[in-house]
């Protein structure tokens, strides 16, 4: 049997190489994907249309930006298309319309699939209603490290330059979206949380292959390309979350060994 995958994980976390690593198993990514870029020289696996219609949902629960006398306020709420920078409270619910779902209908019918999007953190379950048989796979990084590399992109990337996130505010939002999996989304469904060095060094692909029933391509992850050092001390609840991703990972690794 052929399953659809989910790739799920924070911003900066993994999520593309993790993607990349099924990119020849004959699975639907969706249309158009976004361009290789310096920060991700292989490529994102991610689809603009599913940015765009999770950006939509999660517009709704992020405050608006305001200018006054000139004055620009709540500039730490993402504008319209940077969705993955939300910072959603753990007790939101989140819901889309009936157009929107029409909309995720429409995409996950096109199965076997492989989606990937770090706005999943949040909207997974409005994601799943077609496809209750799918599998996740949750990849992490240490929170720092993410951090780090979430701030470089807010200082280089141009659609966000005028997104103003402090270093507290990005380790809220590591902390939220991982709280979100640990908390709502991975309490239905099958899950493989993996670390990202475990991927790195392939000690995780047989059991994922045993997760997924796809050979991952081992030739994929480059650690070329793991250049970001941590600069920051982790705030206990971040630190916290991670801890709990590090159990899980351990779980998912004893249960998909051969």
Known sequence: MSRSLFIVGAGRNGTSMTAGLFRNCGLYMGENLHAPSIENPRGYFESPKINTLNNQILGAYNPARETISGLGYRHDSPGTGSGWLSRIPLETRLHASPEQQAEITKITTRTPFCLKDTRFC?????????????????VFRPPSVSVTSVLKSCRTRPYL?????????????????????????????????????????????PAL????????????PDRIYN??????????????????????AEISRSRFSA
């Open 122 to 138: 949040y909207l997974l379950h409005l994601w799943r209603m077609n496809v209750p048989d799918s599998r996740m796979i949750c």
């Open 161 to 205: 330059y005028d997104m103003a996130i402090s270093v507290n505010q990005a380790f809220e939002l590591w902390t939220l979206m991982y709280s979100h999996i640990l908390q709502h989304q991975s309490q239905h469904g099958e899950w493989f949380f993996v670390n990202y060095e475990d991927i790195l060094n392939q000690s995780a692909l």
């Open 209 to 220: 292959e045993e997760f997924t029933g796809y050979t991952p391509d081992a030739q994929f």
């Open 227 to 248: 250049r970001t050092q941590p600069e920051y001390e982790v705030p206990s609840a971040a630190s916290d979350v991670f801890e709990a991703l590090k159990n899980q």
